[in-house]
C-alpha cells in the first residue's frame, strides 16, 4: 500500500484506452498484497497492451535510459512524499508527479536551507528507509 503502485494499476486501463500512445513502465519491488494485487493486474496490461506496457515487479538497477527517455515519473507513495526515485528522474530533467506537491517542496525547501545537494540526497534517502 505504502509505494501506491495499485493506483496506477487501477488507472491505467482506462488511461491506455482512451491515449494509444501512451506507454507505461513499472519497476520495483512488490513489499505487500497491494503491490502483489498491482503486480498482477500489470502482468494483465502487459498482455492486452504488448509493446505499450512493460512490468518488471523486482528490485533492479533502471539503465539511464530509462530515466532520460520518459516524459515523466509518476510516483503516487502514501508514505513516501518524495524518494530518491524523484532526484534520478530530475536530474535528467524529467517532471515528477508525487502524492503531494506539498511535501515535495518541503523537503527541496530543507534541502536548499541546507545549500548541500548531498543533504538533499540524504533527505531522500531517509524517505526511502522509512518504508
Request: hydrophobic share 45%; with cysteine; proline share 8%.
Amino acid at each position: 500500500m505504502q509505494k501506491g503502485i495499485d493506483l496506477i494499476a487501477d488507472v491505467m486501463p482506462a488511461v491506455l484506452e482512451e491515449y494509444p500512445n501512451v506507454q507505461l513502465i513499472t519497476i520495483g519491488p512488490v513489499i505487500d498484497l497491494y503491490g502483489k494485487f498491482a503486480a498482477l493486474k500489470l502482468d494483465v496490461l502487459m498482455k492486452k497492451y504488448k509493446g505499450r506496457v512493460f512490468s518488471k515487479p523486482v528490485f533492479t538497477a533502471l539503465p539511464p535510459f530509462i530515466f532520460s527517455g520518459a516524459e515523466f515519473a509518476l510516483i503516487p507513495s502514501r508514505d513516501e512524499p518524495f524518494g530518491l526515485v524523484a532526484v534520478e528522474f530530475g536530474r535528467k530533467g524529467k517532471p515528477t508527479f508525487p502524492k503531494s506537491f506539498h511535501d515535495m517542496i518541503s523537503q527541496i525547501s530543507e534541502a536548499t536551507r541546507e545549500s548541500s545537494w548531498d543533504t538533499f540526497l540524504h533527505l531522500s534517502s531517509l524517505s526511502i528507509l522509512k518504508c
